[in-house]
């Protein structure tokens, strides 16, 4: 779970980064109700889904990467905090 934790943090990370937004996250909820066959590649996906002033909110979807089975849904929201120089 813990991957799962870190790579939806990377991925909404990333969306702000490349538009020069610091942020940090403050709340993730993860929905995994099915285990993930060892080895499986995984695709993350992370939509931005509401902004409120200074916080963005973002849904996740962690699916196999071949076949779009979906293991894991999440929502989690980032708080803005500057602009990168």
Do not use: W
């Amino acid at each position: 779970m813990s991957d799962l934790v870190h790579d939806i943090e990377l991925c909404s990370a990333e969306i702000l980064d490349k538009n020069r937004f610091q942020s940090v996250g403050f709340l993730l909820n993860v929905n995994n109700p099915i285990d993930i066959p060892f080895g499986t590649k995984l695709k993350y996906t992370c939509k931005v889904k509401e902004i409120n002033k200074d916080k963005i909110t973002f849904s996740a979807v962690i699916s196999d990467a071949f076949n779009d089975t979906t293991f894991a849904t999440g929502e989690h929201i980032r708080a803005v905090i500057g602009l990168m120089e």
